[in-house]
């Protein structure tokens, strides 16, 4: 199946999306780790770093965030999510292609941070993540540079 993706920068008019992304991606495992967040608390993360925030575009229709910034020495994956009925499609993928692109240019390793249980975790490994350190909710992963200009 053929699609093309694209982004663009999130506006306050994607907020009720923003929040039902949220629900269906981050909800299950959030539970799964013992964390229950309120609609207050949802709303806070994705006003977190919203300059930052890109809304992932399959074929110019909103299917995901990809939230995206600079820490001291790395690109960081603040948030990457895709709605459940987008996943196993190979967006993840293409949506990783483009961030490695752009720590390239950058001359920058990628970070991210991702709870035990997510599944997205085997992504980031298949693209060449290595966990950095784990801690009792998260697998803290780096892409190093030798793996983004291979």
């Known amino acids: ?10 506006t306050e008019q994607d907020i009720a999306f923003l929040l039902d992304l949220r629900r269906k991606t981050m909800s299950p495992h959030l539970r799964k780790a013992g964390i229950f967040m309120s609609e207050e608390q949802h709303l806070e993360r994705i006003h977190e ?5 890109h ?7 909103p299917i995901g965030l990809l939230k995206l910034g600079m820490k001291p020495g790395s690109l960081h994956i603040r948030q ?3 709605l459940p009925k987008c996943q196993g499609m190979g967006i993840g993928s293409k949506v990783l292609a483009v961030v490695k692109k752009r720590a390239l240019q950058l001359s920058v390793p990628i970070t991210l941070n991702v709870l035990l249980d997510n599944p997205a975790r085997a992504l980031y490994i298949r693209h060449g993540f ?4 784990k801690t ?3 697998y ?5 540079m030798a793996v983004i200009a291979a």
């Open 55 to 61: 809304i992932i575009l399959r074929d110019r229709k």
């Open 80 to 82: 990457l999510q895709i």
């Open 49 to 53: 770093f919203f300059n930052d925030s």
């Open 1 to 10: 199946m053929k699609f093309t993706i694209g982004f663009r920068k999130a």
């Open 130 to 133: 290595q966990i950095t350190k």
């Open 140 to 144: 803290q992963m780096l892409c190093p």
């Open 136 to 138: 009792k909710l998260e």
